[in-house]
């Protein structure tokens, strides 16, 4: 995308916003009634895995992107908007650009990390949009991948996220941080999964574990010394990150979680 058509883009989004069309952003623009969301749930470039972390932005997320850039490796992190806090808290707000700023590759968890199977058309889009507005205002940056809470979706929510220029994203490695195992049985899930040398690896991991965090240096060492590249989601499926990028916004009385759903 061109950088007016970026510019133009932007203003759409700021006057979608201030009316009724809000949820439905983007049908103006070309990403309207079109094909189902595709779903993946592995990477498809050979040799490489994708460490993703979802429920942030959360205290522990500065650590782990600095575990992985310190290793030389990139991760994926999947934010709510409203869920274990308010992405627009500047705390908040800060470690999803430090992600963004650190080349780690942002996504949607969706807002309030609810049932999306349950949901109606118009309460998905307000699922999906808060989320994407808010990365857009803090980074510039316009995602491109939804993951939709407990891996679950229906016809609609591909639909809906279709509209939205989304891809939906699952995993073919759960490493159990929130279905109730310790650390090392973690960590001895990793280890039984690459003894079984996979061509590729789409983990999934919550920030808001402190297990998580303490493990994750030697499960990085223990991927890159079985030959593994770690990097983002979309580069394990070569495709772009984003639908486009821009400048980010400044903090202004919009950054609020009050009165969103």
Not at 200 to 208: C, D, F, V, Y
């Amino acid at each position: 995308m061109t950088r007016l058509s970026s510019i133009l883009l932007a203003f759409t989004l700021a006057a979608t916003y201030a009316s009724a069309a809000v949820l439905h952003f983007g049908l103006g623009t070309g990403l309207g009634r079109r094909a189902p969301a595709e779903v993946i749930t592995h990477c498809t470039v050979p040799g490489t895995v994708a460490l993703t972390f979802d429920d942030g932005p959360y205290t522990w997320m500065t650590e782990i992107s600095d575990a992985m850039t310190n290793a030389g490796a990139n991760g994926t992190f999947f934010f709510n908007g409203n869920n274990w806090g308010c992405i627009y808290d500047e705390a908040m707000a800060a470690r999803v650009k430090y992600a963004y700023d650190h080349n780690h590759q942002v996504a949607s968890h969706t807002w309030q990390h609810l049932h999306l199977n349950t949901l109606n058309e118009h309460q998905l889009h307000v699922q999906m949009w808060l989320v994407e507005e808010a990365i857009y205002k803090i980074t510039g940056a316009y995602i491109a991948f939804t993951r939709p809470p407990f891996g679950e979706y229906n016809d609609l929510v591909l639909e809906v996220a279709g509209m939205r220029g989304q891809i939906v994203a699952n995993w073919d490695f759960d490493s159990g941080d929130t279905g109730g195992l310790t650390g090392q049985q973690s960590l001895n899930q990793y280890r039984t999964l690459i003894a079984s040398q996979p061509e590729s690896i789409l983990t999934l991991n919550h920030e808001i574990n402190p297990d998580t965090v303490q493990i994750l240096p030697q499960v990085i060492a223990d991927l890159q010394a079985a030959g593994y590249r770690l990097t983002t989601l979309a580069d394990c499926l070569g495709v772009e990150p984003y639908q486009f990028v821009s400048e980010p916004s400044e903090r202004d009385s919009s950054w609020t979680c009050e009165g969103r759903a």
